[in-house]
């Protein structure tokens, strides 16, 4: 944990919870181990609470704060909505950092918390890039929630990128200034020079049915559609039950293709 956080007494991660998919305890243990000390977790409607309750409390020092979100599936422009209104609940402090992420992406940000909360005012935001990690038999399997994500996805890609997908994302910001669907942008932000990385672990068991329903939900109300190559390479990926890993693993310095 990082010794330097106590510049900020406090350390907000907002999320949202839409399905189970076992990543919830390794999300809480990672933020946690980061240094943030509460965790505003939005579930929606349909969730089994008693569940959820369950993984939470196999987390001890972070306060999770559970409150309830929208019914139906997973709505981008919802999310942004929820989260940019729990933030003005939350957030008073207009200095005060925070962070928002999905419950499949693990932030590792380019410095300590606590340097981050001493950065001049000039600075409202920290920006990453997305590292995809994947199965090493290129399987969508289901998440072990007690065993390492690092074990269990070992290779890292840019599957997002080669598929046409935005690759950037807000992994901190500080104050209210709002968040655009999909926390990739903000309005009125000056992101800091440095960036970080963002863990991705979308690609496990239930991603496909996950994507199709969710294209269906903005079918029906006229918003952007889910890419088409990233929708068409996920039924192909179920189709064959597993794609070469070793075509899209990231060649970088060895230090950035290793996950946590």
Not at 12 to 22: A, D, E, M, N, Q
Not at 106 to 112: D, G, N, Q, R, V
Not at 215 to 241: C, D, H, I, N, Y
Request: proline fraction near 7%; hydrophobic fraction near 40%; charge should be positive.
């Amino acid at each position: 944990m990082n010794s330097g956080a106590s510049t900020q007494a406090r350390w907000l991660i907002f999320t949202v919870y839409s399905r189970p998919t076992g990543l919830l305890p390794h999300f809480l243990r990672h933020y946690r181990d980061l240094g943030f000390t509460d965790c505003v977790l939005a579930v929606h409607q349909r969730c089994q609470r008693g569940e959820i309750r369950r993984e939470v409390a196999q987390v001890e020092g972070l306060r999770v704060r559970m409150v309830p979100c929208y019914q139906g599936p997973h709505h981008a422009e919802k999310d942004a909505a929820l989260v940019n209104w729990q933030r003005v609940r939350w957030i008073s402090d207009p200095h005060e950092w925070a962070a928002w992420a999905d419950i499949d992406e693990f932030y590792e940000y380019p410095m300590p918390l606590g340097e981050i909360a001493r950065l001049e005012p000039r600075w409202t935001a920290i920006i990453g890039h997305y590292i995809d990690q994947v199965a090493a038999d290129g399987s969508l399997p289901p998440v072990d929630p007690g065993r390492p994500l690092s074990e269990q996805f070992p290779v890292a890609t840019r599957l997002r990128r080669a598929l046409g997908c935005t690759d950037r994302k807000v992994m901190m910001f500080r104050g209210v200034r709002p968040l655009l669907a999909g926390h990739h942008f903000m309005r009125n932000g000056t992101p800091h020079v440095l960036t970080g990385v963002v863990r991705h672990y979308p690609f496990t068991r239930g991603v496909a049915e996950a994507m199709a329903e969710r294209q269906a939900m903005r079918e029906t109300t006229a918003s952007a559609p889910v890419s088409s190559r990233l929708r068409r390479f996920l039924a192909e990926w179920v189709k064959r039950g597993r794609i070469d890993p070793g075509l899209y693993r990231l060649k970088t310095k060895t230090s950035d293709a290793q996950s946590p």
